[in-house]
């Protein structure tokens, strides 16, 4: 779905490994022999081990012309998904490896790959040492999560094809534990990739609410601010407003899971926008979206705290 010049793949790189000093650590990486669990809150991460976090992921099969940048998508798959995060014992994040079929990628700085802070704490990234493989992730202490992660990636970056993934990763609030009453507002970001109608791929990056009413069954989502990045033509990230990939969608309580539709503000684009609640007690909520029209595709994923 994207592809950018070999410059911003190297700008990217330098930003990650010049940042990253402070956030891992160069030394660790395998997961060989280190304690491995499921994950249950960023506050229960100890040094020295391995987490696994279950969650969904969205993804398509992309192909790009390398002199013009255009770019093709095919239709998006859905499925679950995996991600094991390794912790070296001064619990820096040093792999970060994800099971999701054909979407799969695994960063590790053991093989010389590059993990670290991108955007102050509020963005984290990873590039692979061949510089094919990409990613981006909320970071939980930048926008207050305790429960959950969400991303996107790139596979094949810069070889003329590969696959564009988003994710949403966390601990879900079991079904008894969701309320039966009651509104919450829930705030916090987005983040999608986005082909449009001439096949120009961008990066766009959003604030998300997300209004749930217990007691009726129902939800809003919607996304606002939303900044892209134009990602053939910029040898740097150079982001510009563009409300028109604003988002607006509603939907349904499904258990702990809510399950709506959902279409751009001003770009002829629809879909579907699935999510499910984080937390011991629902204090958080994560999801998906995937859109198509006349005017493109645009895929993403969000997250929001109480």
Same mark, same amino acid.
């Given at each position: ?13 330098? +930003? ?12 660790? %990486?395998? %997961? ?48 679950? +998904? ?25 960063? =590790? ?48 970056y810069n070889t003329g094809a590969g696959v564009a993934a988003a994710g949403s990763f966390g601990a879900r609030t079991p079904d008894a534990n969701v309320p039966g009453a009651g509104v919450l507002t829930y705030n916090g970001a987005a983040s999608g990739f986005a082909v449009d109608a001439a096949g120009i791929p961008f990066l766009v990056l959003s604030s998300s609410e997300v209004v749930v009413d217990f007691g009726g069954g129902t939800f809003t989502f919607v996304t606002t601010g939303s900044l892209k990045d134009n990602l053939v033509d910029a040898s ?7 409300? =028109?990939? =604003? ?7 499904? +258990?702990?899971?809510?399950?709506? =539709? ?24 994560? %999801? ?15 997250? +929001?705290?109480?």
């Open positions: 779905m994207l592809t950018r010049s070999i410059g911003t793949a190297l700008v990217l790189t330098a +930003a990650v490994m010049a940042l990253s000093g402070g956030g891992c650590s160069s030394s660790g %990486g395998g %997961g060989g022999g280190l304690p491995i669990r499921q994950f249950t809150s960023w506050d229960g991460i100890n040094p020295g081990e391995t987490v696994v976090i279950n969650g969904n992921v969205v993804h398509a099969n992309y192909q790009t012309d390398l002199n013009t940048g255009v770019t093709n998508a095919d239709a998006t798959q859905r499925r679950a +998904a995996e991600a094991r995060l390794t912790y070296d014992n001064n619990s820096n994040l040093v792999r970060v490896d994800i099971d999701a079929g054909g979407a799969s990628v695994d960063f =590790n700085e053991n093989q010389g790959d590059a993990i670290g802070l991108v955007f102050g704490n509020l963005i984290g990234g990873a590039i692979s040492a061949n510089g094919e493989e990409i990613g981006l992730w909320a970071e939980p202490d930048g926008l207050g999560f305790n429960y959950q992660t969400f991303g996107v990636w790139l596979t094949g740097e990230f150079a982001f510009v407003g563009d409300p =028109n990939f =604003n988002l607006i969608g509603n939907g349904d309580i499904v +258990a702990n899971s809510l399950e709506g =539709n959902v279409a751009a503000a001003g770009y002829n684009l629809a879909g579907d926008v699935d999510a499910w609640l984080y937390g011991v007690d629902a204090s958080e909520v994560g %999801g998906l979206f995937d859109l198509v029209g006349a005017d493109g595709r645009y895929v993403g994923s969000f997250g +929001a705290v109480d």
